[in-house]
């Protein structure tokens, strides 16, 4: 609900440049995936060992309090301390189909979490929106503190209504592993290693836009409800995600994990490139429309392979580092756009952005034709 008008939050505070505000806005933005990057694992190896349920209420009741305290900040320095504060309890979504992928059928683990990755982008989708609409009418502040009463609720619906089933197979019981050893499993999987990387790719392609995206709307539209406009443009690509991020799951079940990756990587570089061309806000909602469609899929697709790829006993772990790998991305994504930004303008973020896509899929590619025995083996 926040993130469209970050941005414009960081204004607020005072009379600064277009090229501090778009700086700030890519560091502000990052910062909280710097402490995300380190903890992922810890709290994946913790839900590992102890439950991931108890991780989930951690998580939810520690955003909605660093959400709730950004609406008394009066400085841009005191919203990034936050910001870095909010990294340690991110992952709710992660450890969310951790969960779930332990508890679903190998075979039916692409379309279990395209429907888990629907749920998420649901709120994606409706979260901008209103956000964006809350804030021109009610002000920044009083947005934030009621974005943190969703958070605690969910905190109190995982505690009251979640049940865990701790999983024994023969698998788990007789493969124990160390952290290192973990390491070494994902190491040893060159298509496992790759996807992770890849991940990292698409995250910093993806975020190196959505901090001054409010500044490149303003940019087309001008300032006349900018706050509903920035969240009409960072939703609609959650409406093109819930559309399809289940078909995306259900096909790539059948014909192959490797194979719908790569045809999205390529088909979402192609769609972000004309971002760099458009003259008014719609043709830019259109193509942010045709991008949820296609890197919509690839979350659950990613994260199904991964469901196939790791044993039980570490998946939580081996997720984690997933997830610190994406979150790397998602620190090196909204700096190094915020910078390109400030120096080449908006528009030539999108030509990285698309460059990143398109070389995540040839490299995927170039994976599979090294290590063809890998290709169909967990389909």
């Given at each position: 609900?926040?993130?469209?008008?970050?941005?414009?939050?960081?204004?607020?505070?005072?009379?600064?440049?277009?090229?501090?505000?778009?700086?700030?806005?890519?560091?502000?933005?990052?910062i909280t995936f710097?402490?995300?990057?380190?903890?992922?694992?810890?709290?994946?190896?913790?839900?590992?060992?102890?439950?991931?349920k108890k991780f989930?209420?951690?998580?939810?009741?520690?955003?909605?309090?660093?959400?709730?305290?950004?609406?008394?900040?009066?400085?841009?320095?005191?919203?990034?301390?936050?910001?870095?504060?909010?990294?340690?309890?991110?992952?709710?979504?992660?450890?969310?189909?951790?969960?779930?992928?332990?508890?679903?059928?190998?075979?039916?683990?692409?379309?279990?979490?395209?429907?888990?990755?629907?749920?998420?982008?649901?709120?994606?989708?409706?979260?901008?929106?209103?956000?964006?609409?809350?804030?021109?009418?009610?002000?920044?502040?009083?947005?934030?503190?009621?974005?943190?009463?969703?958070?605690?609720?969910?905190?109190?619906?995982?505690?009251?209504?979640?049940?865990?089933?701790?999983?024994?197979?023969?698998?788990?019981?007789?493969?124990?592993?160390?952290?290192?050893?973990?390491?070494?499993?994902?190491?040893?999987?060159?298509?496992?290693?790759?996807?992770?990387?890849?991940?990292?790719?698409?995250?910093?392609?993806?975020?190196?836009?959505?901090?001054?995206?409010?500044?490149?709307?303003?940019?087309?539209?001008?300032?006349?409800?900018?706050?509903?406009?920035?969240?009409?443009?960072?939703?609609?690509?959650?409406?093109?995600?819930?559309?399809?991020?289940?078909?995306?799951?259900?096909?790539?079940?059948?014909?192959?994990?490797?194979?719908?990756?790569?045809?999205?990587?390529?088909?979402?570089?192609?769609?972000?490139?004309?971002?760099?061309?458009?003259?008014?806000?719609?043709?830019?909602?259109?193509?942010?429309?045709?991008?949820?469609?296609?890197?919509?899929?690839?979350?659950?697709?990613?994260?199904?392979?991964?469901?196939?790829?790791?044993?039980?006993?570490?998946?939580?772990?081996?997720?984690?580092?997933?997830?610190?790998?994406?979150?790397?991305?998602?620190?090196?994504?909204?700096?190094?756009?915020?910078?390109?930004?400030?120096?080449?303008g908006i528009s030539?973020?999108?030509?990285?952005?698309?460059?990143?896509?398109?070389?995540?899929?040839?490299?995927?590619?170039?994976?599979?034709?090294?290590?063809?025995?890998?290709?169909?083996?967990?389909?």
């Amino acid at each position: 609900m926040v993130l469209p008008f970050l941005s414009l939050y960081i204004d607020s505070f005072g009379n600064f440049s277009d090229q501090y505000v778009q700086h700030w806005s890519g560091w502000v933005f990052a910062i909280t995936f710097v402490t995300a990057f380190i903890f992922s694992p810890i709290w994946g190896r913790f839900g590992d060992k102890f439950g991931r349920k108890k991780f989930l209420v951690i998580a939810a009741v520690g955003l909605s309090v660093s959400v709730f305290l950004m609406s008394f900040v009066t400085s841009v320095m005191q919203l990034f301390i936050l910001r870095f504060f909010m990294g340690i309890f991110t992952g709710f979504i992660s450890t969310s189909q951790a969960l779930i992928s332990t508890q679903t059928p190998k075979h039916l683990s692409g379309r279990v979490l395209g429907t888990l990755q629907t749920g998420s982008v649901s709120g994606s989708l409706l979260g901008p929106l209103f956000g964006g609409v809350l804030a021109d009418y009610v002000g920044f502040a009083a947005t934030f503190q009621l974005t943190s009463i969703p958070l605690i609720l969910a905190a109190i619906f995982v505690f009251a209504g979640l049940k865990e089933y701790k999983l024994e197979t023969n698998e788990e019981t007789e493969m124990k592993f160390s952290r290192k050893e973990v390491i070494q499993h994902i190491i040893r999987h060159p298509m496992l290693l790759m996807i992770m990387f890849v991940s990292m790719f698409v995250q910093i392609a993806h975020f190196s836009i959505q901090p001054i995206l409010a500044l490149y709307v303003e940019e087309l539209h001008g300032p006349v409800n900018l706050a509903f406009f920035s969240g009409l443009a960072f939703s609609i690509t959650g409406l093109g995600n819930l559309l399809m991020a289940r078909r995306w799951g259900r096909l790539a079940d059948r014909i192959g994990y490797e194979k719908i990756l790569v045809a999205l990587l390529i088909l979402s570089a192609v769609v972000y490139f004309p971002g760099a061309f458009v003259t008014n806000i719609w043709q830019l909602v259109i193509l942010r429309f045709l991008l949820g469609v296609t890197i919509g899929g690839i979350i659950p697709v990613r994260t199904a392979y991964i469901r196939h790829a790791a044993p039980v006993s570490i998946q939580g772990e081996v997720l984690g580092y997933n997830m610190s790998l994406r979150f790397l991305g998602n620190i090196i994504g909204p700096a190094l756009g915020g910078i390109i930004a400030g120096y080449l303008g908006i528009s030539s973020v999108f030509f990285i952005t698309s460059g990143l896509l398109l070389m995540s899929g040839f490299l995927l590619i170039i994976t599979m034709q090294r290590h063809p025995k890998v290709i169909n083996q967990y389909n």
